[in-house]
Structures are given as C-alpha cells and as structure tokens.
T-cell receptor, first 110, second 113 residues
C-alpha cells in the first residue's frame, strides 16, 4: 500500500531564504508526482507535475526533483516571499487514484 | 475555459441527514475523482467515475456513493451523516489517461453538527 510522507510538517523562514520541502513515497511504481499549494480554507493549486520518466521540473522560483528509485521528491523554493506562505502537498499518481502526503505548512516572515 | 466547478461552496447539516455535492469537470475532461480532506490532513481518495461507472474506490463506507452524468458532471452523495464527515470535499477532473494532470476544484466545505 502506497504511503506518502512529508518533512517537515511545518516550517517558518525569514523572507528571502531558499528552502527545500521533502516528500517520500513507499512504492516506486507511480505514473507521476505533483506538488500542490493550498491556501487556508481553499482548494488545491497545481504547481509542478513530474512524469515518472522525468527527473525535475521548473517553474519560476520553483524547482521539483524526482528520484523514483529512492522514493523521494524535493520542492525547492528560491528567494521565498511572504506570499509563498501556504501548505504544500505532494501527491503520487497510481492507476486511477492520487495519493497525497499530509503537507508541509510554510510561513515566510517579512 | 472554465475550470472545475463545485457547488455548493459551504454546507451545514446535522447528524443523520443526507447531502449531495456537485462537480462540473474542466472542459474536455471525461473523468471525475472525489477526495475528502479533513482539517490538517492531506486529501483522501474516495472514488473515481468514468463513462458513468465507478472505476476505483478508496477506503470509504457505502454511505458514500456517486454518480456521473452523460455530460461528465458528477455528484457525491453521503447518507446518514456523522460528525466525522465534516471536511473539505474536493473534486478533480482529468482525461482517462492517468498521466494527465488532475485539475482540482475549489471544494465544498461540509460541516456536520
């Protein structure tokens, strides 16, 4: 049974810092991995999608990597801003369903 | 191009009642999945519908049922509501090929009193 974990559960950093969020999964037989952002009380916004055959994806200040063999993904956020404060969720796609981690709550202090 | 839409946005029910949540997929998508997100947790997969049939189901009791209409929109029904059913219910749409990104709606927040 696939399990997805995320470390740390919460993170507080000063504005301008670079930071890394970690995601681990137990079964490497995945189709893709996504990183989402969720603002309090809101739905999910897809940030980056990495197909199983890919190693990384970049969008602006965000870079996500995927190492299927070790069951790990990282989300790198460069030059963090207060507007980046949110919960970040990683999710792996298996046949017909998506399995989410519990999320990392990020707070960027001005 | 409208994305995934859900209605209602918020809902308050009492224990034992029944509720119906609605989802319209992104234009061109034919598959709808439903997720339950309890406070402070990641979303949990409930089930997925394609061609008006339930294709896959997560670990949820039979009180949770669904339906997909010919226009690909979908409903989630929950009977005999429990306090623990209070959550954000998310709908996601995609094409049947799993490699496609799932697009999520804003969710329906259900409070059971």
């Amino acid at each position: 049974k696939q399990e997805v974990t995320q470390i740390p559960a919460a993170l507080s950093v000063p504005e301008g810092e670079n930071l890394v969020l970690n995601c681990s999964f137990t079964d490497s037989a995945i189709y893709n991995l996504q990183w989402f952002r969720q603002d309090p009380g809101k739905g999910l916004t897809s940030l980056l999608l990495i197909q199983s055959s890919q190693r990384e994806q970049t969008s602006g200040r965000l870079n996500a990597s995927l190492d299927k063999s070790s069951g790990r993904s990282t989300l790198y956020i460069a030059a963090s801003q207060p507007g980046d404060s949110a919960t970040y969720l990683c999710a792996v796609s298996e046949y017909d369903k998506v399995i989410f981690g519990p999320g990392t709550s990020l707070s960027v202090i001005p | 191009d409208a994305g995934v839409t859900q209605s209602p946005t918020h809902l308050i029910k009492t224990r034992g009642q029944q509720v119906t949540l609605r989802c319209s997929p992104k234009s061109g998508h034919d598959t709808v999945s439903w997720y339950q997100q309890a406070l402070g947790q990641g979303p949990q997969f409930i089930f997925q519908y394609y061609e008006e049939e339930e294709r896959q189901r997560g670990n949820f009791p039979d009180r949770f049922s669904g339906h997909q209409f010919p226009n690909y929109s979908s409903e989630l029904n929950v009977n005999a509501l429990l306090l623990g059913d209070s959550a954000l219910y998310l709908c996601a749409s995609s094409l049947v090929a799993i490699q496609e990104t799932q697009y999520f709606g804003p969710g329906t927040r259900l409070l059971v009193l």
